[in-house]
């Protein structure tokens, strides 16, 4: 079945640092990948659409700024978080959408915690 | 290697019809297991199971983990369309040295027909 791999899975960085996180689709073509953030009581909010190929869109309240998405291929996409702050301190999470599974054929990755001291 | 899986993958019934999903996992120091209905642009959160053995439930739907057998069913009665979507079992698990993790399934797709 599909796989999306997502890394690193833990990372801890500086207050002002950048991170990247990398979403790869390991066996299908993932045109469109989506970018979550988890919050306080489970909830999973959905940050931002990426798109192979062209500008990603985002969600209303997320600063495209500080939030870099970029999916140069149709196996990668990446999010780094610019100038982190201990507020963004978070779960994130991917996915890509598997053609094969229709509508409904979203894959997850496996999710980054993110800790910013 | 820590992992979850979801049962059926995909699964089409008629409105009225009851239905479980399955989730198993094996997961590291397990915290607790969630279920989502992903939809359109982000999963819903469902349920958080972390005692075996007690059923939550929220109208129509229900889960329940069994932590012996590592697995948790949900549970849907007298389906309708709007049920049709993907369901989601995640699993938290706890690594000392570094916080929570979670791993997700790959999700049972459910269509709901008239």
């Known amino acids: 079945g599909a796989v999306v791999s997502q890394h690193p899975s833990r990372v801890i960085c500086k207050s002002g640092t950048s991170v990247k996180i990398e979403c790869r689709s390991l066996d299908f073509q993932a045109t469109t990948m989506f970018w979550y953030r988890q919050f306080p009581k489970q909830s999973l909010m959905l940050m931002a659409t990426?798109?192979?190929?062209?500008?990603?869109?985002?969600e209303q309240g997320v600063e495209k700024d500080k939030f870099l998405i970029n999916h140069a291929s149709l196996t990668l996409s990446t999010l780094t978080v610019t100038s982190a702050h201990p507020e963004d301190s978070s779960f994130y999470i991917c996915?890509?959408?598997?053609?094969?599974?229709?509508?409904?054929?979203?894959?997850f990755g496996s999710g980054t915690r993110l800790t910013v001291v | 290697e820590d992992k979850v899986v979801q049962s059926p993958l995909s699964l089409v019934v008629h409105e009225g019809d009851t239905v479980t999903l399955n989730c198993s996992y094996e997961?590291?120091?397990?915290?607790?297991l969630l279920w989502y209905k992903q939809e359109k642009k982000a999963p819903t959160f469902l349920f958080m199971l972390?005692?075996?053995?007690i059923e939550k439930k929220s109208g129509r739907l229900s889960s329940i983990l069994d932590k012996k057998e590592l697995s948790s069913i949900l549970n849907i009665t007298a389906t309708q369309t709007g049920d049709s979507a993907i369901y989601l079992c995640a699993v938290r698990g706890s690594d000392l040295g570094t916080g929570n993790q979670f791993y997700f399934g790959t999700g049972t797709s459910l269509t709901v027909i008239p």
């Open positions: 990426s798109n192979e190929g062209s500008k990603a869109t985002y």
């Open positions: 997961v590291t120091n397990f915290r607790s």
């Open positions: 972390t005692s075996s053995g």
């Open positions: 996915s890509a959408r598997d053609p094969i599974g229709g509508f409904y054929g979203y894959t």
